[in-house]
């Protein structure tokens, strides 16, 4: 951050608030139209140190971020809108916190005055000009179209055998190791939810890549069966431990859950009875579901870019822009060497991957 929006970062009074999710809203007027606001903002985001995720014809999106403990975490959003001259500025809190000591008020304001300090470094010419630099980079007229592209990369056909075979095989491990330490006594809620959806994430990762499958929707299906067959599984494989470690007879896999529902949840000595197990499955489910489908997005987006060289992600974009049809980007395509349907549906994959970033980076 500049130094004199340091300085007068300090004069900022603080409003306070309460809520669940603490924000903090005002408004002000702008003579400027969309496209200069938007740039102009920008130049103050940068100025701020901000990092801006998100913009279109009206609206652009920061978030700032400090060192945290053991790396820098995001603290706030910014979203600045645009609509006839005048601006909304909201800063919202991305931590868990639910009183807000005045952060996202100061936020706002800084943002108001770094604003209105950048547009006063342009005269009427200096913002003419800006506008046309804006438009120009809207509209792709510097993209200098290349002679050649980077021939496709050898990829196999998508087949979605191996990570539904996978997927369940590793699904039914993890639902023995819970099972075990869950009879052990060893297992914490919360923290083993995180660990199952991080081992989920990694071996999805991997079958992701040995496939080359990337229907999400398919995929999404796969990790809520994946899911399911973990905790229903981990009752089972605990029947089975109990009855081989204890001895006994076989009484059934529904006689056990009624006998466990019958003596109820016990947690710290208290009894939360046949409802605290509801509540703790629906907990299992939801926080390894949860966390499993956002990093197996962020795990598929990343791999749709890396197939495709940035150099043919810009070609192909850059006609998009120019209002170009599917069908004639991929005569573009194949005019470069890019022929194959399957090659230039990954183009378009990779497309639609740059588009979930920046979604997957304007997750509160």
């Not at 609509?83 to 931590?95: F, Q, R």
């Not at 539904?164 to 923290?191: C, D, M, N, P, Q």
């Not at 890396?306 to 043919?312: D, F, L, M, N, T």
């Not at 549906?345 to 588009?355: C, M, N, T, W, Y």
Request: hydrophobic share 40%; proline share 2%.
């Amino acid at each position: 951050m500049e130094e004199n929006f340091k300085n007068y970062e300090k004069t900022i009074t603080k409003k306070h608030s309460i809520s669940f999710t603490p924000k903090y809203k005002e408004e002000f007027n702008t003579p400027v139209n969309e496209i200069i606001f938007i740039a102009v903002a920008e130049k103050a985001f940068e100025k701020l140190g901000w990092d801006v995720i998100y913009k279109d014809n009206f609206n652009i999106e920061a978030k700032r971020k400090e060192a945290g403990w053991m790396n820098e975490r995001w603290t706030e959003i910014i979203t600045t809108t645009y609509k006839n001259g005048n601006i909304s500025v909201k800063s919202e809190s991305l931590g868990n916190e639910i009183w807000d000591a005045g952060k996202n008020s100061k936020r706002v304001q800084l943002f108001i005055y770094a604003y209105q300090e950048t547009l006063k470094t342009f005269d009427q010419e200096a913002l003419k000009e800006l506008e046309k630099e804006a438009e120009k980079k809207n509209n792709w007229d510097d993209y200098i179209i290349p002679d050649t592209l980077p021939k496709p990369m050898q990829t196999k056909t998508p087949d979605f055998t191996i990570p539904l075979i996978g997927g369940l095989l590793v699904s039914l491990i993890l639902g023995f190791i819970v099972a075990f330490l869950s009879v052990k006594g060893l297992y914490f809620i919360g923290l083993f939810e995180f660990l199952v959806a991080t081992t989920l994430v990694f071996a999805m990762k991997y079958f992701i890549k040995y496939s080359n499958y990337t229907n999400f929707r398919k995929l999404q299906y796969l990790l809520a069966a994946m899911v399911i067959l973990i905790y229903s599984s981990n009752q089972y494989f605990q029947y089975e431990i109990i009855l081989h470690e204890n001895n006994l007879e076989r009484i059934g896999f529904l006689s056990f859950l009624q006998i466990r529902f019958s003596q109820g949840f016990v947690v710290n000595k208290i009894n939360l009875g046949w409802i605290g197990w509801i509540i703790s499955w629906i907990i299992q489910l939801g926080l390894t579901g949860l966390f499993t489908y956002l990093k197996t997005a962020v795990v598929l987006t990343k791999y749709v870019l890396e197939r495709i060289p940035a150099e043919v992600v810009d070609f192909a974009c850059y006609h998009f822009v120019k209002n170009k049809s599917e069908e004639e980007v991929r005569k573009e395509l194949a005019g470069k060497g890019w022929s194959d349907k399957k090659n230039q549906d990954e183009v378009f994959e990779a497309i639609g991957g740059v588009q979930n970033a920046v979604e997957l980076n304007r997750i509160k």
